[in-house]
């Protein structure tokens, strides 16, 4: 007997309900990341987490209701392409894509700077690319890139870190150039120290992370770089005008 | 089929309805064939005239057939066109009148194309007359998953299945259509003005008797008074309208260049202005109520053609339009009834549009002995839901009566509401097609499945 099942498909995305609808957050396990998936999805935004640690993942999946969720070592850059069209397909579309994979690790060897290298910017090459391609086709989106004051300028004690932020904040500057004629917003995020696991080690003033978040998915909706607070904004532009010769006479570590 | 920079935001042509999807668009039937006969999941689209989601479909292959657009055969006496699917309307006109020939059925703007009509089986004003576009199809050759190329024609068991089988099962390679043969390019056109529902639905009803053409437009602010118009080919206008050059549309608007008018429309679709809007229409429509008066093919048909991006007036958030088919003896009971459920939610429809139709046999026909009522809607942010609830309240009255929608235009109804319109032998008929030709369900749409059809057994 010929029966239409009752299951309801759901709505067609309009355009009118909100603007991040479907999002991406590479790096959602710990810290930022994983605060952002929080706030998001308490907005409505339907998000794919992705991360390393499959204990992490479950357990935000436990708590957030729908929550697309994914182990990825952003070490294996091959595997993304399908597995952004992938994510796409489960989402039913992109509008954001955040690319939050970080480490911050004392540079005691060579091989710490090239895993920060690795991890902070070769990881996000793949994903910022294609969401580049996608976003640039349709003609909206956003793309945002955790970036860092370190990558401001680069103090002694942090080649690697600095030199993988600095090179973020480049790649992410080339495609906000490229796409934001477009109708693509493309924003760089240079946080300070942010109270997390990754800074945990280090003895400093730190922003809450909730509040960080906060003002980051806020500021993240404007093309450009965008720092957390007026007076990191204040101190990095004063910092990045000092002349190199000047610069390595400072008393800074 | 996961190259990011083929992904495309497709939109509905009332701007509601949109879905990313990885867009192709094959440059011969051959090369059609070869991609699908390869291919997953995929959505067919060409013109992209469909007002919902019928032409869209998130994150899988959407075909865009619009460079399949030969001409490849006319016959002058017989008045026989076979074209491919990406062909539009414009297209085949421009082809056909110099040569005495019009299209039998058109719809109100000339950028659909062969393939979406046969998909959705369009009609237009002249439907109570001549019927939907399937009628005039003498042969149509379509690619199915399962037998490749077929071709159908009046006598094939499954002709009239294909056509109306919104672009589910088979995609549409060419299409043989019987033209009507014409002497000029005018019209003559007669106005009259009602004022009420029942007085509009009688006087559409009666004013039809010999006319070719019968259309009238419904001032919803006001209760269902409205302007109708009735038109008749004339056989002894001048043959010179025949040529392109005397049917292209003015290029301004009440002085206004025409592609800068939509812009004019932005500032006035709005609750207010629009009422006034549509009681100056009305009161100025005294002018031509009672004269006949000549009016071009093309300037009578493709009224959605007038103001180019029209569909940008109600951007962001787009419109919806809701068209009931409500069997005659019931219309104006109906139809009224849904006008006051407007005005008392405070959403009323900007636009009516009041047409007759007649019942055919084509699967999924919303076509009944009866009258449709085109509504648009704007959808604002604020009251998005307020709307959705008052439409599917709307259709429920629809259903209680025995109407139906059409698949062209809908772009809210779910599978338990459309379930109500389906009966078992559609139903059947539905599942018998896709057995024989898409087993595997590889034809979809964001209609297709919100109408849960993917999913019936």
Not at chain 2, 81 to 108: C, H, I, K, N, S
Not at chain 2, 307 to 320: D, N, T
Request: charged letters at 25%; one cysteine or more; a neutral charge.
């Amino acid at each position: 007997m010929p029966a239409i099942e009752s299951k309801q498909h759901p709505k067609i995305w309009s355009p009118i309900t909100m603007t991040w609808k479907r999002a991406i957050i590479v790096g959602a396990t710990s810290g930022i990341g994983e605060e952002i998936v929080r706030q998001l999805s308490a907005q409505g935004t339907q998000c794919a987490a992705l991360g390393r640690r499959e204990d992490r993942l479950d357990q935000l999946a436990r708590e957030i209701p729908n929550l697309v969720v994914r182990t990825h070592d952003v070490l294996q850059t091959s595997t993304v392409p399908d597995l952004f069209a992938e994510l796409c397909r489960e989402l039913g579309g992109l509008d954001l894509i955040i690319y939050n994979a970080g480490l911050l690790t004392e540079p005691a060897e060579w091989e710490d700077d090239e895993r920060m290298m690795e991890i902070n910017l070769v990881g996000a090459i793949p994903w910022l690319r294609l969401a580049a391609d996608r976003f640039e086709g349709v003609g909206a989106g956003t793309i945002v890139g955790i970036g860092s004051v370190a990558g401001d300028r680069a103090r002694a004690g942090r080649p690697g870190y600095s030199a993988s932020k600095a090179g973020l904040h480049a790649y992410l500057e080339s495609l906000r150039n490229r796409l934001s004629r477009r109708g693509v917003v493309v924003s760089t995020i240079k946080p300070g120290p942010v109270d997390t696991e990754m800074t945990r080690h280090l003895s400093m003033n730190k922003m809450p992370v909730q509040t960080a978040v906060q003002i980051l998915l806020k500021k993240a909706r404007k093309p450009g770089e965008h720092y957390l607070s007026p007076v990191h904004a204040a101190v990095f532009t004063i910092l990045r005008a000092i002349p190199s010769p000047i610069f390595r006479r400072l008393p800074l570590e | 089929m996961s190259d990011q920079s083929r992904v495309r935001r497709l939109t509905g042509f009332a701007g509601y309805a949109q879905a990313d999807a990885y867009v192709h668009a094959p440059q011969s039937l051959d090369e059609l064939a070869a991609i699908l006969s390869h291919s997953e999941k995929v959505v067919l689209r060409a013109g992209g005239r469909s007002y919902g989601d019928a032409a869209l479909a998130p994150e899988i292959l959407a075909l865009d057939l619009a460079q399949l657009k030969r001409i490849i055969d006319f016959n002058e006496s017989t008045g026989l066109l076979t074209a491919q699917a990406g062909t539009t309307l414009d297209e085949l006109w421009r082809f056909a009148l110099p040569r005495g020939y019009w299209l039998p059925v058109v719809t109100g703007t000339s950028r659909t194309t062969l393939g979406g009509a046969l998909a959705m089986n369009v009609h237009g004003k002249n439907q109570f007359k001549v019927g939907a576009i399937g009628e005039h199809v003498v042969r149509a050759r379509w690619w199915t998953p399962s037998q490749g190329w077929i071709e159908t024609d009046a006598d094939h068991p499954d002709h009239k299945n294909l056509i109306g089988s919104l672009g589910g099962v088979a995609a549409l390679g060419e299409a043989t259509l019987k033209l009507r043969k014409v002497e000029s390019g005018m019209l003559s056109v007669t106005a009259l003005r009602t004022g009420t529902w029942e007085e509009s639905l009688s006087a559409l009803e009666s004013g039809r008797q010999g006319q070719d053409y019968a259309v009238g437009w419904i001032d919803l602010f006001a209760g269902g008074r409205g302007l109708l118009h009735f038109a008749q080919y004339d056989p002894h206008a001048d043959p010179a309208t025949l040529q392109r050059e005397r049917q292209d549309l003015p290029t301004r608007v009440m002085g206004i260049p025409k592609s800068q008018v939509w812009r004019a429309l932005k500032i006035l679709n709005r609750p207010g202005p629009m009422r006034l809007v549509n009681s100056l229409k009305w009161l100025l429509s005294g002018r031509e109520v009672g004269r006949t008066h000549s009016q071009s093919l093309v300037g009578f048909s493709f009224l959605l053609d007038y103001v180019p991006g029209w569909e940008r007036s109600y951007a962001p958030g787009g419109l919806i339009q809701f068209q009931p088919f409500v069997p005659k003896d019931s219309a104006a009971e109906v139809f009224s009834r849904l006008n006051e459920m407007q005005l008392e939610a405070g959403q009323v429809a900007h636009l009516g549009v009041l047409k007759r139709h007649r019942p055919d046999e084509f699967l999924f026909s919303p076509n009944l002995d009866g009258f449709s009522l085109a509504l648009d809607f704007r959808v604002v942010r604020a009251t998005e839901q307020a709307l959705l609830d008052l439409l599917h309240r709307m259709a429920a009255i629809v259903f209680d009566y025995g109407g139906r929608f059409y698949a062209a235009k809908d772009a809210v109804l779910t599978s338990q509401e459309i379930a109500r319109m389906l009966d078992k032998e559609t139903v059947e008929r539905w599942i018998d097609l896709r057995k024989k030709y898409d087993p595997e369900g590889r034809f979809t749409s964001g209609l297709i499945e919100r109408w849960g059809l993917n999913r019936v057994s």
